[in-house]
């Protein structure tokens, strides 16, 4: 009888095992779904770390209890490679900037609110970039219309600053550019969005013009009460019919929102397209996390600098249950990054700011 019992047990595990790893997979690819065919599918990208710890859990279980069944855990993590090395990039070595990489910082300040915990905001934000000394800040929600000495502030470090605000109504929102190199022109992408927008800066960076593109895409929607609710969900407060309606209704939301962004994304890649005959690099602020369409097209174009450069989680967000890294930094095949981290020490915003080194013309 205990040996039968032990049987159906190690069955029912194997089979909920296998069952976690084929989603694990499903949910690792769809990244490759546009969200205005697939709008609520193209979200399960935000529900991987689940599956990949419960995974991670089977293996545990396995080596434990009955260690040839680790061959299950194993098998999905070998066909979920690929997404788990873009969710956790695993590039031990961290090679150092070649002579000639300049620094790049990508960083939503949060309208220099200060995060709700430093009255001078503003002043936080710029201490901490005036100590990175970076060569190009591409800052979003870098909006100063209500202070604005902000650029007298910038000037004093950098020769060439801009900022494109993007406004209706009572919303502003804006990307700039912070930089020692000369800016030559500056192109504003159009795409319709309330208070969304990209830009790109053309600098004269030693004899190359290198093409900068700062995004700030469509955001989540969700609104603090929102975010309250699915830390509910998260924690198991919320039980039944309730936790399930309110589930769909965030799921809800979430889509809608993905399917504005893709338009976004795809008005930025058409771009990026057109002007290959740059070097290029892009960043900013997605809004969405690295299992999402909006990074998968991107980097079909572009290089993924914290993918190629970077280690371990990378969360840029840390605010409310939503744990993700939604900053990103991109650069074509004729720069080599070098060193991309996320600073989470840096908290005067609800971001943390993403830098990298990068080097013009690739490794010498």
């Known amino acids: 009888m205990i040996k039968h019992l ?6 029912m595990m194997a089979g909920a095992n296998i069952a976690t790893a084929i989603v694990m997979i499903l949910v690792g690819y769809s990244d490759r779904l546009n969200p205005t065919e697939h709008p609520v599918l193209s979200c399960v990208g935000m529900t991987f770390p689940i599956f990949l710890w419960v995974n991670l859990f089977f293996l545990l279980f396995w080596l434990v209890f009955k260690w040839r069944m680790i061959w299950i855990p194993l098998a999905g993590f070998i066909f979920a490679y690929v997404p788990i090395t873009i969710y956790m990039p695993l590039n031990l070595k961290a090679e150092d900037p070649t002579e000639g990489a300049i620094k790049l910082i990508s960083y939503n300040v949060c309208a220099y609110g200060g995060n709700y915990k430093y009255e001078q905001g503003f002043e936080k934000v710029f201490d901490y970039l005036m100590e990175q000394d970076a060569d190009i800040v591409c800052l979003q929600e870098d ?8 650029f007298k502030h910038y ?43 990209s830009a790109a800066w053309y600098l004269q960076v ?15 929607h969700l609104s603090l009460e929102d975010r309250a609710i699915y830390q509910e969900i998260l924690k198991g407060e919320m039980k039944g019919d309730t936790a399930r309606q309110e589930s769909k209704k965030l799921l809800v939301t979430l889509a809608e929102s993905s399917t504005k962004r893709a338009p976004q994304v795809a008005k930025v890649c058409r771009y990026i397209e057109e002007h290959r005959q740059y070097p290029i690099i892009l960043c900013g602020d997605f809004n969405d996390n690295p299992i999402s369409y909006s990074r ?35 650069c074509s095949d004729d720069i080599t990054p070098y060193q991309c981290w996320v600073d989470s020490k840096m908290d005067a915003s609800d971001h943390y700011p993403i830098l990298c080194w990068l080097k013009i013309g690739g490794k010498e």
Do not use: M
């Not at 032990?6 to 069955?11: A, D, G, P, R, S």
């Open 206 to 220: 030693g004899s190359d013009t290198v093409l900068v593109i700062n995004n700030h895409f469509e955001g989540t």
């Open 6 to 11: 032990k049987t159906f047990l190690v069955q």
């Open 296 to 330: 998968y097209r991107v980097a079909k174009e572009l290089n993924d600098c914290f993918v190629s450069s970077g280690k371990g989680l990378g969360l840029s967000y840390f605010q409310k249950g939503f744990y993700f890294r939604i900053d990103h930094i991109f």
């Open 155 to 197: 000037e004093r470090k950098y020769a060439y600053n801009d900022t494109v605000h993007f406004c209706t109504g009572d919303l502003v929102n804006g990307v700039g550019i912070h930089t020692r190199f000369p800016i030559i022109r500056r192109e504003r992408i159009d795409y319709p969005s309330l208070d969304n927008g």
């Open 143 to 150: 909006v100063d219309t209500w202070r604005r000495y902000c």
